[in-house]
C-alpha cells in the first residue's frame, strides 16, 4: 500500500519531464522515501516558523533601517576607536585572568566528576540500570540553561564566584558524561572481557585498559569544554556577578554606555578566545598524531 | 630502555599534575573562590530548592503569561537559526578546500566565521543593546550572529569531510561550477546541515535565556522578573517551562537525525 502510493509522484513527475521540450536530456531522477519526506517537512517547517516569528515579534516601536544603520555606526566606533576609561590595561588583562580562571575551576571540577560518573554511565562498565538513570539526570542537568542554574545556587551561596563555578559546573558535568561515556562504550568489547576473564577488578580495568585507551578522547573534549566555559564565564559575569571581564563589559554598556570601552573589552575577549581555539586545535592534533 | 621510558612517563604526569595544581590555586585566589563555601553550599542549596523552589497554585495564574514568553523565545530561536544556515551555507561554500573559489576567498571567509564565532552571544547582546534596545530583534542579531559564526565552521567541516570525491568526479565529467553545488554538495551535505541547525536551535533557546536576562526580553526577563522579586513559585514554574521545552526540541530533533542520517 505504503509502496504504492509513494511510487506514484515519481511517474508523474518523469512522465511530465519526458514530456518537456527535451527530452532525454533531462533525466528527473528522485526517490521519495521517509528520508527526503522528513528532509523536506522539517524545511518547510523550519520555515513557516521563521515567516510567523518575522511577523509576530515584538519590535517596541524600533525603526529597522535607523536601527541598523546605528548599529553600524557603533559598531564603527566600537572597532576603530577603542579605548580605556573606568580601569586600566592591567586591570583588564587581571580581569581576562579572573574570567579564565572561573572556566578553569569549572573545567577542573566538571571534568573529575564527570570523569566518575562517565564511568558508571557507560553501557560496557556499568549496570543497565546506573547508566540509564544517570544518564536521565544530564538529560534534565544539560536541559536548564546554565544561567538558570548559577541564579538558583547564588541564592543559597550569594551572587559572586562560588555560585558561578558551582553552577557552571553542573552543566560541564552533564556536558562531559556525556562525551566521556560515549568515549569509553567505544572501547573494544574483546579488551575488557579478556581482562575480566583473566580475573582483573573493574578498578584494575579501569585504570589498566579504559583510561589509557580514551586518554586523548578525553583531554581534547576536556579541552573543547574549557573553550566552552571560558564564553560562558563572560556571560555569567555579566549576569551573575561573578566578576572578570564579562563584569566589566555588563557596566560597559549597560551602565556608563561607553561604546568604546566596549570596544576594547570585545577586542580583549576575541583575542583571547582565538587563542585558546588555535591551542585546541593544536593539542587535538599533537594527540592524533601520536 | 624500558625502565627510562616508564621513568619519563612518570616524571611527565608529575609535572602534568603539579602545574594542574599551581593553576587551580591561582584561580582559586584570583577569583576569590570560597573552597569551604563552595562544598557547603551545595546542601544549602538542594534543601532550599525543596522548599522553596516549586510552582504553587497561585503561581499557575501565571502560565499563559509564561508560555506567551516562551513562544517568543523559541520563535526567536528557530528564525536565528534558519536564516544564519542560509549565509553560513553560502560562506561555508566559499570557505570550504574542496568548493571554495581560491586561497584568498577563503581565508576572507574563514577569518568572518572565526570572528563572529569567538564573540559570545552574550557579549553580543549587550554591544547591539545600544542600538536595538529592549526589543525582539536584540535578542534575534545576537542570537543571529552567534549561530552564524558556530554554523559556518559546522558546515564547512561537512563540505570537507563529505564531498571532495564526488565533486572531483563531477569535475572531471565537465559539470559547472553551480551544477557541481546544486547537484552534488548541497544534497549530499543537506542530512548533516540539518542535524547542525537542529542543535543550533536546541543551543539557541539555551542562550536566549541569558540573552533575556542581559536584555529585558523572552524568557530570560520573565525569569529575572520573578527571581529579583523574590517570587520563587513563579520563576520555578518558568524553569520547568524551559526545560520541558528544551526537552521536547531535543527529542524531536533526535528522531529527526536518526531518520535522515
Known sequence: MEMDESFKPISLEARNSMKSSHPGKMIKVKTITKETIVIQLT?????????????????????FIESVVSALQSVKIMLFEPHLQHFTFGEAIFQVMVTLGLAFLTTLFGAVIALFLG????????????????KGCVAFIRAVPTVLWVLIFSVAAGLGSVAAVIGMTFHSV??????????????????????????????????????PSCVTYLIS???????????????????????????DMFMASGFYFDLREVGLITYFILAFAI??????????????SR | MQGDLFAKKRRDSLVFFALLIAITCVSIVITKYDVEKGFTSIPKAISWAFSNFYPNEKSLEKLPDILLKLKETVLISVAAASVA????????IFGSETTGINGFMRKITRGIATLFRNIDVSAWAMILLFSFGQSALTGYFALFFGSFGFLTRAFTEAIDEISSSSVEALQATGASYFAIIFQSVIPTCLPQIISWVLFMIETNIRSATLVGILTGTGIGFAFNLYYKNLNYHTASLVVIVVVVAIMIIENLSNYIRRVIL
Open chain 1, 43 to 63: 524545511m518547510i517547517i523550519l520555515a513557516i516558523s521563521t515567516l510567523y516569528g518575522f511577523f509576530t515579534f515584538d519590535y517596541k516601536d524600533i525603526v
Open chain 1, 174 to 211: 552533564g556536558y562531559l558524561i556525556k562525551a566521556f561515556s560515549e568515549a569509553f562504550e567505544e572501547l573494544d568489547k574483546g579488551v575488557i572481557e579478556a581482562l575480566r576473564a583473566s580475573g582483573a577488578n573493574w578498578w584494575q580495568i579501569v585504570f589498566q585498559a579504559v583510561l
Open chain 2, 85 to 92: 544556515s542560509l549565509f553560513a551555507l553560502l560562506f561555508a
Open chain 1, 221 to 247: 573534549w576536556t579541552f573543547l569544554r574549557f573553550e566552552i566555559n571560558f564564553a560562558v564565564a563572560v556571560g555569567m559575569g555579566a549576569a551573575a556577578g561573578a566578576g572578570g571581564i564579562g563584569y
Open chain 1, 119 to 134: 564511568l558508571l554511565a557507560a553501557r560496557n562498565l556499568s549496570t543497565r540500570f546506573v547508566s540509564n538513570l544517570i
Open chain 1, 275 to 288: 587563542v585558546l581555539e588555535i591551542l585546541a586545535g593544536r593539542i587535538k592534533r599533537k594527540l592524533k
